[in-house]
């Protein structure tokens, strides 16, 4: 089980330099939290760094898949540029789900399916 206060330290270090290594988050993940000696280096980045980069990652995406106008391709109008706005928004739900880590992951993206449907009833209202 992660704990809350690594998890917290490694956001926190993240927020503050990207590029910092994950030996260094180590070092200092283990002074919060013995336990974490337990865990072998890439252990600790599994269970916390990369955790914190999806996520991240995840909502980075969920923010750019509602487009500010429907997209058209080629000399589709009307309806045929709110169906691709409509596409991509499903597109997104899958990659969203697809990127979950774990069950807990999936339910979450799941219990989501309210804003999805609701970007699609914005796009079709157009």
Do not use: C, W
Request: aromatic content about 6%.
């Amino acid at each position: 089980m992660a704990s809350d206060k690594v998890m917290k330290y490694v956001e926190g270090q993240l927020s503050k330099d990207p590029k910092v290594s994950n030996a260094t988050l180590y070092e200092g993940a283990k002074k919060l939290d013995r336990a974490i000696g337990k865990l072998s280096i890439r252990q600790f980045h599994a269970k916390y760094p990369l955790q914190v980069k999806r996520r991240k990652g995840r909502s980075r995406r969920r923010k750019a898949a509602v487009p500010r106008k429907p997209a058209t391709r080629g000399r589709r109008s009307g309806a045929g540029g709110n169906a691709d706005a409509v596409r991509k928004i499903l597109f997104q739900f899958a990659r969203d789900l697809s990127a979950a880590d774990s069950q807990l992951g999936t339910v979450e993206v799941l219990s989501k399916v309210d804003g999805y449907t609701s970007d699609i009833l914005k796009v079709a209202a157009r």
